[in-house]
């Protein structure tokens, strides 16, 4: 079985994020990036279905020489291959990235494409869905159950109020969700393993963006709260606020 894992670098969740000078990018300085946390149950998933299937797991990035710690985050878990289509700019919207993913995909001929739902830095949701048109492969996201029974898929996924199972057939491009597996910790064998593979380059095949940023800020900071201490004497007032201020009522 030939699994593609699309897998991206993100910010820490843990970072403080900071607005750079020209109001468009974040400030990097100070800034730790990871794997994306759902790129890892792909990641996890898609070497469950090598160990119980045989195959290869082929990490592809997209991105500057950066995005190569997502595909060695990847390695060190136990990815066999590793791709990184090459663009010189980091400014590139989610279009771009599936167009060029799509372009890698369709030359390869997987069985099976697996990738995070969503990166937590854009969080758009759209790439299981754009690769799909631009290849023409089935595909379904949010997906927390995944089985795999010859050219056959059962994907469980979560939607509003429940749980909605789905048949799909190979090859197909799976959004996995937290909970569809526990990703494994590398170990030191692994860790070491992953030095000496190399990271294939390959050149983006499309460089332009539909979506440009206009401006970015930080939310406003939250209001100092208020507290009542008069009971049933404050609640003329309590109503007020919450007409006037909080426009809730």
């Known amino acids: 079985m030939k699994i593609i894992v699309c897998v991206s670098l993100v910010p820490d969740s843990t970072t403080k994020v900071k607005i750079s000078g020209n109001g468009m990018s974040i400030d990097e300085n100070g800034v730790s990036y990871i794997l994306n946390p759902y790129d890892e149950f792909a990641v996890e998933e898609a070497l469950q279905l090598r160990e119980k299937n045989g195959g290869e797991v082929i990490a592809v990035s997209f991105g500057t020489d ?23 700019s980091a400014d590139f919207d989610s279009f771009s990235a599936a167009k060029n993913l799509a372009d890698y995909i369709g030359s390869q001929s997987p069985d099976l494409v697996l990738m995070g739902k969503q990166s937590i830095d854009f969080d758009g949701l759209l790439l299981p869905s754009m690769i799909s048109e631009m290849t023409g492969m089935p595909s379904t996201s949010v997906v927390v159950k995944l089985d795999v029974n010859g050219t056959s898929i059962t994907a469980e996924r979560e939607i509003e109020g429940g749980k909605e199972v789905l048949q799909l057939s190979m090859p197909a491009i799976i959004g996995v969700q937290k909970g569809i597996n526990e990703p494994r910790y590398p170990n030191l064998k692994s ?47 309590l109503v007020k606020l919450l007409r006037e201020e909080a426009k809730v009522i």
């Not at 393993?193 to 930080?218: D, R, W």
């Open 191 to 237: 860790i070491m393993a992953a030095k000496s593979k190399p990271i294939e380059e390959i050149s983006a095949t499309y460089n332009g963006n539909i979506v440009k940023t206009v401006e970015m800020k930080l939310p406003p900071a939250k209001s100092a709260g208020k507290i009542f201490s008069n009971g049933k004497d404050d609640v003329a007032e």
């Open 66 to 88: 950066k995005a190569k710690e997502a595909i060695k985050k990847a390695f060190q878990m136990g990815a066999d291959k590793g791709v990184l289509i090459k663009t010189e």
